[in-house]
């Protein structure tokens, strides 16, 4: 026996283009728990038969749909054998106990065939769907038409079912016509979030999150000097489909954003996506879960990692977007023998993204930057030294590189220590007439 779950949303919506659109984004969102998902009337029908030891049972399958549902807005649900009888438990509403926990007592408004002809059969004595199976089936074949029989057959799994499933897109390109012109870009909030909703029931899905999206808007009136359309490209250091966390970058991109005129409509599209990681549930709880109080390994654990990964690229991404992408920067290290070159400043929402993926991509270990001691502090420029005595404690280390970028040095490094500076990293050029020997140069302290 097959299991359904049928979905309706908790309020009717403000028009039928809202609600359709509504439907198809909670179709999209039911996806990430089965392929079989169908649009039914006013609802949403899925099919999780096949899917409840992937998700734990049927119990913590349904709670799941069940508590993911409300927060989109869709708080009525029932599930049943098949897809016509879900539906018509759903929109009966109340819970159904003891003996009338049976189709046949709902009401005829739960199964849309039979509500189409809900007058006669009412002047014919009929109360509930049982009332109308008790009727002779010849007559109302040709009374009321086969599909009325086919719906009830259907409903108690007598006949079969055919629904064409839903299919998530391969891309989302998704348009809203503004019910008024909007002048002020930051006014498009609201009207945004309406496309971002469905972005991520889509992304939900496809088991992805997006990095960067594109909002686009048509002027209905604009000058000679100004183009026809416009558009915002948002970009995260970090993929995510967490509808809040896209609103406020939004909203904070758009504060900044000046419109060329009157807006009448919006369009969002996201052409690439990356898969999110699952974290698994840990063989062992937490202490703080055990009743022995949070130690050290809590911080380490993957979950704490993931909330404390998030926290920081949403401070990033809202930094970014109110500073400018080029005022939050961070060092990140490259390739290269030059001390001065092994780091470069790049803005801090690609930095994080880098390290990430370099986390991600590989779980080999982490070679060393240098085989050799690292100074904490660096000059700008190489000074002469004047410090005396000073003791080499290590050394040379030659470095011979920059050949490819023109910026050529040949130099050989020491460990040096001064009884009033300390430690330092020190160096002679190597490259020095005949008979003359170079000088060194401080580049470096150890702190």
């Not at 998902?37 to 734990?56: K, P, T, W």
């Not at 879900?86 to 009401?107: C, F, M, Q, V, Y």
């Not at 909002?215 to 416009?230: E, M, Y």
């Not at 060393?368 to 280390?397: F, M, R, S, V, Y």
């Amino acid at each position: 026996m097959l299991l359904w779950i049928a979905l309706l949303p908790a309020e009717a919506s403000s028009s039928p283009d809202q609600e359709a659109l509504d439907a198809l984004s909670l179709a999209w969102w039911a996806s990430q728990f089965t392929p079989r998902v169908a649009l039914l009337d006013e609802g949403v029908v899925m099919e999780v038969h096949a899917s409840r030891r992937l998700f734990g049972g049927s119990q913590n399958l349904m709670r799941l749909v069940v508590q993911g549902a409300a927060h989109l807005g869709w708080g009525r649900w029932a599930c049943g054998p098949t897809a016509l009888a879900t539906l018509a438990r759903a929109r009966h509403g109340r819970p159904i106990r003891g003996k009338s926990n049976r189709l046949d007592e709902l009401p005829l408004s739960t199964i849309s065939a039979v509500q189409a002809h809900e007058a006669t059969l009412s002047r014919l004595g009929c109360k509930t769907l049982g009332d109308v199976r008790r009727l002779p089936r010849h007559g109302m074949s040709r009374r009321f038409g086969a599909a009325l029989l086919l719906a009830l057959d259907q409903a108690h799994g007598t006949k079969p079912e055919a629904f064409e499933w839903v299919q998530v897109p391969e891309r989302f390109d998704l348009r809203l016509e503004l019910p008024g012109r909007v002048d002020n870009a930051a006014s498009l909030v609201f009207a945004a979030r309406r496309l971002l909703q469905p972005l991520c029931a889509w992304l939900a899905g496809r088991h992805s999150g997006v990095r960067v999206l594109t909002l686009r808007w048509q002027l209905d009136f604009h000058r000679r000097d100004v183009a026809p359309q416009g558009e915002l490209v948002m970009r995260l250091s970090e993929a995510s489909r967490d509808l809040g966390r896209l609103h406020r970058l939004l909203a904070e991109h758009l504060s900044r954003t000046t419109l060329g005129g009157p807006v009448g409509d919006l369009s969002l599209h996201v052409d690439e996506i990356e898969p999110l990681s699952i974290d698994s549930d840990c063989l062992f709880q937490e202490h703080s879960t055990l009743g022995l109080g949070a130690g050290p390994d809590a911080l380490a654990s993957p979950a704490a990692q993931r909330q404390q990964r998030e926290a920081l690229s949403t401070l990033l991404d809202r930094l970014s977007a109110r500073l400018g992408k080029e005022h939050v920067q961070q060092a990140v290290v490259q390739a290269d023998h030059r001390i001065e070159r092994t780091q470069r400043w790049i803005p801090a929402v690609d930095a994080f993204t880098s390290t990430n993926k370099a986390h991600t991509g590989s779980t080999s270990a982490q070679k060393p930057i240098a085989d050799h001691p690292q100074p904490g502090w660096l000059l700008p420029e190489p000074q002469a030294l004047t410090l005396n005595p000073l003791q080499l404690l290590a050394g040379p280390h030659r470095v011979e590189a920059g050949w490819w970028d023109g910026q050529n040095v040949a130099r050989d490094y020491y460990l040096a220590h001064n009884d009033q500076a300390g430690l330092l990293w020190v160096f002679r050029e190597r490259h020095v007439q005949e008979n003359q020997s170079s000088p060194l140069f401080l580049h470096g302290i150890f702190s």
